[in-house]
């Protein structure tokens, strides 16, 4: 795939600070028709994530990978180079991962967005730790060489916490509170740190892990990342607020409903597997959870043979609908929820302006069956 052929595209592959002060002063003056667009998408219908309202007859307004502005079809007031109408298509945001083993497929990132991105999966969390263990210090260029080289498939990487997994096993990583520290300074694309799942080198100072993990602990706090969570078996009141309490964020290893439950309630983000995702929706439904912004549906691993039978994160969607839960709500668990739990919202998780250019058009909705793919402001499927 060839890369973007507007100016500010090539330098808006990697985010940094000052390529978004560049960025955000030419989206400005588009958004205000001072400065001609790239290309703008009219859509029959959009979901906007943020009320969780369909808005009729929108125009999405492009430049280089970026949206510029959104709003009713007829009412951008500047030039646009190209304009696509697709009356007959609805709009959601692109789909993300909260957390994936993009390792687990046995794909490099290029192929991995081949495979996902026309299943409408165009941004990805990768938690690398089996790689990092191999990798060791190569590992965060490991994940940004694709999307430097143009793929349309944005990797945030996140450091794994089990680099080693013990402080008895050896590999080719060693993930301690300066190497975390470095990770951030690297790259703003690095949301946190990735399943921190020995929780006895946590809790116990006697532990030979414990300075490590709390140093990179530490080191991701400090860089205001996101420390994420692997709290398998841990479901009494007790061990959950002393997780909680420790800052581990989030969980993915739920299996039932009282245990998501349990989690939600003392704070923690919940990421649900396909494995017990039609349990735990059935499940908190009938409780009567009427916020599911702390919920994200999530893969985690899935060889590519699966995805290739079942789908991405469309079928983590459809399961999700088929358990019981609102369409819109459901998309929202793969967007906007994940998003602002990464502290991705800039970039990723709605159709909005300032964020990349990522839409999956869909030709019947409550099926979700996805008719085409825009990444980075183009079609990409």
């Given at each position: 795939?060839?890369?973007?052929?507007?100016?500010?595209?090539?330098?808006?592959?990697?985010?940094?600070?000052?390529?978004?002060v560049a960025i955000r002063q030419e989206l400005t003056l588009v958004a205000l028709g001072k400065r001609p667009a790239d290309r703008s998408l009219r859509v029959g219908r959009?979901?906007?994530?943020?009320?969780?309202?369909?808005?009729?007859?929108?125009?999405?307004?492009?430049?280089?990978?970026?949206?510029?502005?959104?709003?009713?079809?007829?009412?951008?007031?500047?030039?646009?180079?190209?304009?696509?109408?697709?009356?007959?298509?609805?709009?959601?945001?692109?789909?993300?991962?909260?957390?994936?083993?993009?390792?687990?497929?046995?794909?490099?990132?290029?192929?991995?967005?081949?495979?996902?991105?026309?299943?409408?999966?165009?941004?990805?969390?990768?938690?690398?730790?089996?790689?990092?263990?191999?990798?060791?210090?190569?590992?965060?260029?490991?994940?940004?060489?694709?999307?430097?080289?143009?793929?349309?498939?944005?990797?945030?990487?996140?450091?794994?916490?089990?680099?080693?997994?013990?402080?008895?096993?050896?590999?080719?990583?060693?993930?301690?509170?300066?190497?975390?520290?470095?990770?951030?300074?690297?790259?703003?694309?690095?949301?946190?740190?990735?399943?921190?799942?020995?929780?006895?080198?946590?809790?116990?100072?006697?532990?030979?892990?414990?300075?490590?993990?709390?140093?990179?602990?530490?080191?991701?706090?400090?860089?205001?990342?996101?420390?994420?969570?692997?709290?398998?078996?841990?479901?009494?009141?007790?061990?959950?607020?002393?997780?909680?309490?420790?800052?581990?964020?989030?969980?993915?290893?739920?299996?039932?409903?009282?245990?998501?439950?349990?989690?939600?309630?003392?704070?923690?983000?919940?990421?649900?597997?396909?494995?017990?995702?039609?349990?735990?929706?059935?499940?908190?439904?009938?409780?009567?959870?009427?916020?599911?912004?702390?919920?994200?549906?999530?893969?985690?691993?899935?060889?590519?043979?699966?995805?290739?039978?079942?789908?991405g994160m469309d079928h983590n969607v459809r399961t999700a609908i088929a358990a019981g839960r609102a369409l819109e709500i459901a998309i929202q668990c793969v967007t906007i929820?994940?998003?602002?739990?990464?502290?991705?919202?800039?970039?990723?998780?709605?159709?909005?302006?300032?964020?990349?250019?990522?839409?999956?058009?869909?030709?019947?909705?409550?099926?979700?069956?996805?008719?085409?793919?825009?990444?980075?402001?183009?079609?990409?499927?």
């Open positions: 795939r060839q890369l973007n052929s507007n100016p500010i595209g090539a330098d808006d592959l990697l985010i940094t600070g000052a390529g978004e959009l979901l906007d994530v943020h009320t969780r309202t369909w808005l009729t007859d929108q125009e999405i307004v492009f430049k280089g990978r970026r949206i510029a502005w959104v709003g009713p079809a007829g009412a951008y007031t500047g030039e646009v180079a190209e304009r696509v109408h697709e009356p007959d298509l609805s709009a959601v945001p692109g789909f993300g991962e909260v957390h994936k083993h993009i390792e687990s497929s046995h794909l490099t990132p290029e192929y991995e967005a081949a495979l996902v991105i026309p299943r409408g999966n165009t941004w990805t969390c990768e938690a690398s730790h089996e790689f990092s263990n191999v990798d060791g210090a190569h590992n965060l260029e490991f994940w940004k060489m694709a999307r430097r080289a143009g793929s349309p498939l944005k990797i945030f990487p996140q450091p794994g916490s089990a680099v080693p997994p013990t402080a008895w096993e050896w590999g080719g990583g060693y993930y301690d509170g300066p190497a975390q520290a470095g990770f951030m300074a690297d790259s703003v694309m690095v949301t946190g740190l990735d399943e921190v799942m020995d929780w006895p080198a946590v809790w116990n100072p006697d532990n030979a892990s414990h300075e490590r993990l709390w140093g990179m602990i530490g080191a991701t706090l400090a860089g205001r990342g996101v420390v994420e969570g692997h709290a398998s078996g841990i479901t009494s009141v007790g061990e959950v607020s002393a997780f909680a309490a420790a800052g581990l964020a989030s969980d993915h290893e739920v299996v039932s409903a009282d245990e998501a439950w349990t989690k939600l309630s003392h704070g923690l983000f919940v990421e649900i597997r396909i494995y017990t995702m039609t349990e735990i929706v059935k499940g908190l439904l009938e409780r009567g959870l009427a916020d599911w912004s702390q919920i994200a549906l999530t893969t985690d691993d899935r060889s590519a043979s699966n995805t290739l039978k079942d789908g929820n994940p998003a602002r739990h990464m502290r991705l919202t800039p970039y990723v998780g709605s159709i909005a302006p300032g964020r990349y250019g990522d839409v999956v058009l869909l030709s019947d909705v409550q099926n979700l069956r996805i008719e085409k793919v825009w990444a980075d402001g183009e079609p990409a499927s």
